[in-house]
């Protein structure tokens, strides 16, 4: 392939020097040596050597990926029961074995990707994935971690790659990829049946095609960039549809194209047609194309779950309609609400459930000693209410009357069909939400006052209309206060069986807190007609998922006295995550980072930015730099920048989300913290061999550059010996405990293995 | 040496009737009736409570911003001799005659007056015509919220004055930069333009967004000097560090000094104190720093202490046992060990003391002389009334069943031995044999057979146990959390050997006496963490409001009803001129993406000293529009109109420029001109007539009729109150 002229110390020198370099890095000096020597005659590397270079160029790689691959499938199969996360994302695989739906706060991606390798390595989905620390006994599962730790060992090469693209030096590929070998975090991430190592592969994927196609610039339009920019397009599809976090891997990719864009809109040797082409080329391949497979997944992701399964009542009726062993899947039930219909009510806000009511009182000291009226998300009998006259208690089923319609605007009651009360309010504080009205269940079969009365209205109707099952959205105003009957979608306490409170609020703002639709419709006087009219089309559904995974997202609130993981916690690797095990008897497996590496990392950033800002001010104080350090500072400026951009997209934004964080969601992090340390580490050390060379012998120099780098390569492989049992397990004593062979290793206090 | 003498002494003034003019408008209109409505106005009732601790002298914790605006307001009260004596509790409620309205609401209302020639100032700073600084000016003059905002006692005008001000002067300062560095009007610019920043940040927290905003243009401003060839190094280095030093030092000082302006006036304990450590209300007069003052500073063997949480969440509150058990089964079908209980109690009580006993001895008296008790020492807790101890075991806690019960035990349940053993960990201890002090130390207990740690769960117990919170032995403690650390508030050497002696000990108050002091930093550092923390219940109020309905002024705030009539006071803006500013900006963005792109291919539309102006203008009023807008999107707090204010001020000075580019640049004729002036006239005339009509509401002086008033509601979602008579 064709180097990139102009960026990096000169091409030629580079070519030489990375195709030439050996397995061991000894050799790797001496080949520079070589290669320094070629490039100073005028003559190009001979035909022969180059394809040597490319060999011995391929033998690396091919090492590096061998490593990968021994250290992630080694001891793969341990520990034989369920660690940690494996409980949700195993338990999604099964549901696509079984085709049951479920909700989960993730793109359906991943699960799928799971569900699939499970489905091809023989697993029948009968697994129950109950708890963490279950035996897996006879169900194979191995095909399911074996697939998730195949995706994990590409980031090793993939890194090696975008390394080596981004300096050109194989030194610092070598030495990013050992970093990313030796991590036992990393390790540990990619040995479960987990999102992340799914996750962490298409973001690396992305980040490397983007960097191969802007290798291509020179060539625009070529079969390879074309190749590279429609694999960034893909990958960033499946890093968006694995987790949410791939936005930030978009966000990358989208800046790196618009600088690219806005530099070759400033080349006015370039035409408006052919900006235009560049332009519509990124839109299809970076835009339409992710959307387009995004979709896609969402599209497989409906047609595979089509059982009605435990995630059905976070969604909507209409949407509920569509999965087969639903009652509303195929039903038909009587279109218009009438007087003495027994029905269920549905709060239009996502995952809130259904109006309900239960024989227990309010707690003495909480508003009046009435039964408790609430939300709640699963189907049960305690969801029926019937519709009933507002001045009369007559029943309406009585054959002697003729069917009467409720329309919009009439003023109605609803009685709890197995209590028998009225839905009732007044003028007492809600339970949680102060400035609501509590509602209740009043009086006795039917019978109670005029606080029972609501006036039921139909959004944005005209009155006279008639109320239609599943499509009107209606709202019930209490008569007396005036306030719109609502769930507030707090979680009521014990006492209240941790259901969600309704309240009645006196805003009459309209929210969909406050907006219901009726859903189950029981009146033998009514013809039933097919519901099958109210399938919702597909941007519905996916629009609906979306806004239910949001919530659901939102929702992962931390409660005030727990521990939780702090994002100033992870880069300096405070504290890990239990994968498995507690006591001294269990086989323990501990989530976190191999120190030496995290510190590495941590003491490299703030290098970089010294060393950084330093370069900057002299090239804008336009002090002359020779030409090796001019080299070496294009590729810290742009190398290092791309990867200090992505460590800092993967990494602040979680200081603004309110949801409740984890250690593992550093780990993309790590992976651009470790291209810079390897970036920043071989440019430091051959800055250091320059100056040496310009005072010294240039020998003594060499070594330098070459002793650095094998013992940043031996120190972190003997960590990684020191420290590798928190990834493969251990059994045994505690680390508190002097007997522990990892007593010694306990070197925070935070960390507990 | 006399040489000035022998020049006549000669005074010339300046005096740009322009700018005279403008304030006088200003003040009219913002003072004109000041104190009408003799009552308290919307948010008045929420600022006012303060500025009657503020005279009092009482502490308050309050999180909705740093302490400089609520000072200011209060600065009005004790200028109007204001003796804080008013209830603040309902909107509509009468002043009494002690409440010195003209003077409180004075402050607010001047920064609003004087906002008007300021937007005069910074049009012109920027270096645009003086028919677009007077139109500046002018739309600030007539715009409806900014009046009805800046003649109440309410923070929105102080804040905008200072964004106002901060802008103004770095403009000042960098004009002068190119002529006259290091000149004393330079300096003084830039001194003043920290100090604006400072009180910015200082009256809101949203103020750090303009201090930003001034920044990061100065930043830009500074790395072009230093890609000036021309200068010397050292020049730069003494431009950059003034820069630094205004910029950065003198921000953070003023900050701190108005927490120590807080604090000093603060000095006597009141309604928030609870919410504070022990050692911060130790320092406050009255309360716990008369009850504590003079307690033994070393906790020793023998000691009667009360425990506080020093996390505090839910409620602050203090290591409690009682009598009662824990019930043998619970609702869930769980046993317990059915040992005496022990909870968190948010009262003070005499069962919240324990005795801090040698496991090795028997007395509980402290020996003379007394021995302190040292980080990693292991001790025993007695229950001061039960003389029972405390006590953890491998038993689920009632609320929080991975964690283990802790009780106080009672030997009738042979199965289970005792294991009473807690190790003493001193959390901020700065040697590893430092000694427990009171109040001062934070400690945990872990337990020895276990190391479990004692913990608040925060959990409200059930009837049974009088819904006091739960206290667990935490098992699984992932590293530190304040909710497993404890400290000692009360405190005294017990002498009692009996156990009545030592109940009626228990019972009555401590004395002794030393005052024990904490540093600024100490408390400033609290406070801050504290304020920063606090969290409100997120309370839906009838006119709150999401930011897009801002933009589009959908929305409005009825402040005020007059008791009788229906003369109203209302937040609602002047509706031309909300949407010809939003017009403006959408304008200005896109004309400036065409000159970008069009400079981008080598084609130059304006001369690079106009492009200049067009991109610092810009930057710093569309900037200001965005810094002070969109956060709003991010925050989870209640939104309401008044809160895009300080955005507005900022879209309106760019109307103008944006006015002034168009009819320079894209009108090419000059008739095209003199129909584009015309035709600016024209609406400014509308905005004046939008003005008067909604005059009514923004004063609310005069009392509409229910059809005038309903002719007011031009929009559907706007909420004028009409009488039901």
Redesign the interface.
Known sequence: MTPAVGRGPPGSELRARRGRCGTQAARAVVADVVAKDAARSPKRPAQGSRRLEAAGGWAVLALVTLLSFATRFHRLDEPAHICWDETHFGKMGSYYINRTFFFDVHPPLGKMLIGLAGYLSGYDGTFLFQKPGDKYEHHSYMGMRGFCAFLGSWLVPFAYLTVLELSKSLPAALLTAALLTFDTGCLTLSQYILLDPILLFFIMAAVLSMVKYHSCADRPFSARWWCWLTLTGISLAGALGVKFVGLFVILQVGLNTISDLWRLFGDLSLSLVTLAKHLMARIVCLIALPLALYTATFAVHFMVLTQSGPGDGFFSSAFQARLSGNNLHNASVPEHLAYGSVITVKNLRMASGYLHSHRHLYPEGIGAHQQQVTTYLHKDYNNLWIVKKHNTNSDPLDPSFPVEFVRHGDIIRLEHKETSRNLHSHYHEAPLTRKHYQVTGYGINGTGDSNDFWRIEVVNRKFGNRIKVLRSQIRLIHQVTGCVLGSSGKVLPKWGWEQLEVTCTPYLKETLNSVWNVEDHFNPKLPNISLDVLKPSFPEILLESHMVMLRGNNGLKPKDNDFTSKPWHWPINYQGLRFSGINDTDFRVYLLGNPVVWWLNLVSIAVYLLLGSVLILAVQRGVCLPAEVQGLSQVLLQGGGQALLGWALHYFPFFLMGRILYFHHYFPAVLFSSMLTGILWDSLLRLCAWRLASCCSSSLARSIHVGGILSLLLGTAYSFYLFHPLAYGMVGPLAQNPLSPMAGLRWLESWDF | MLGFLKQPLVVRADINLNVVALTGMGLLSRLWGLTYPRAVVFDEVYYGQYISLYMKRVFFLDGSGPPLGHMLLALGGYLGGFDGNFLWNRIGAEYSSNVPVWSLRLLPALAGAFSVPMAYQIVLELRFSHCAAMGAALLMLIENALITQSRLILLEALLIFFNLLSVLCYLKFSNLQQHSPFSLSWWFWLVLTGVACSCTVGIKYMGVFTYLLVLSVAAAHA?HL??D?TLS?AC?CCHLLARAVALLVIPALMYLLFFYIHLILLFRSGPHDQVMSSAFQASLEGGLARITRGQPLEVAYGSQVTLKSV?G??VPCWLHSHQSTYPMIYENGRGSSHQQQVTCYPFKDVNNWWIVKDPGRHQLVVSNPPRPIRHGDTVQLVHGMTARLLNTHDVAAPLSPHAQEVSCYVDHNISMPAQNLWRLEIVNRDTDRDVWKTIMSEVRFVHVNT?AIL??????L?DWGFRQLEVVGEK??????E?TVWNVEEHRYGKSQEQRERELELHSPIQVDVNRNLSFMARFSELQWRMLTLRT?D????YSSTPLEWVTLDTNIAYWLHPKSSAQIHLLGNVVIWASASLATVTYALLFLWYL?RR???ACDLPEDDWLRWVLAGSLCCGGWAVNYLPFF?M?KTLFLYHYLPALTFQIILLPVVLQHVGDHLCRSQLQRSVFSALVVAWYSSACHVFSTLRPLTYGDTSLSPSELRALRWKDSWDILIRKY
């Open positions: 790395w230093v890609g060839q190094n730069v996390f969440k839910p190391s913990k608040l769960s925060g959990a409200h059930p699984l403690s992932r590293g530190f959390h909710s219940d309370s839906e109020h009838k792109l981008r291919r080598n991010l989870e």
